[in-house]
């Protein structure tokens, strides 16, 4: 399976925040967010690895910025690194206001996908090639949170986190 680069799998999202989307402030509701994040996810996954994926985790979600009624933000998706069936993606959500013509990072996640085949197993998917000095910090940084997830969830070990154990042992 041949390697493929990063910046093949990147994706680009529109969508306009409309009344149904928002709470009652005018502020977008983070579940609408978390659902077309997870779009554009799934988005960058399947144009990586050419087949049905699923989301198996999300890291942690918070706003820097609330998003009101009638902006467009724009979700941008890449896969930071593959593994051997998953994938890490990396989103960026620009809250953009129309009116003003400004715009300011809302929100950054990690989302990890599982590349799926036919009878919805779990599939091997082609390595990452980062190029730019964004792509390879995202690269190089997720190990450590694929073994943070890892722990987190109960399915690793905190011993066997070789990456993180110089976070939690003392020098």
């Known amino acids: 399976m041949e390697a493929r680069k990063a910046q093949d799998s990147f994706t680009t999202m529109n969508e306009l925040v409309l009344p149904n989307d928002t709470n009652t402030f005018g502020d977008l509701m983070g579940g609408k967010l978390m659902y077309w994040m997870d779009i554009a996810a799934y988005f960058s996954a399947a144009k990586h690895c050419n087949s049905a994926c699923m989301t198996a985790s999300v890291d ?32 960026k959500v620009w809250n953009q206001n129309m009116i003003t013509q400004s715009r300011e990072l809302s929100n950054e996640a990690f989302f990890t996908f599982v590349a799926l085949d036919e009878n919805k197993k779990p599939k091997k998917v082609p390595e990452i090639i980062p190029e730019t000095e964004e792509q390879i910090k995202l690269f190089d940084g997720a190990l450590r949170r694929r073994q943070l997830r890892l722990v987190l969830s109960g399915k690793m070990n905190p011993h066997d986190a070789t990456e993180l154990k110089a976070y939690f042992t003392e020098v």
Request: aromatic share 6%; with cysteine; glycine share 4%.
């Open 60 to 91: 942690n979600l918070s706003f820097k910025s609330s998003i009101k009624l009638g902006n467009v933000i724009c979700i941008e998706a890449i896969v930071s690194r593959a593994f051997s069936t998953s994938m890490e993606i990396h989103l």
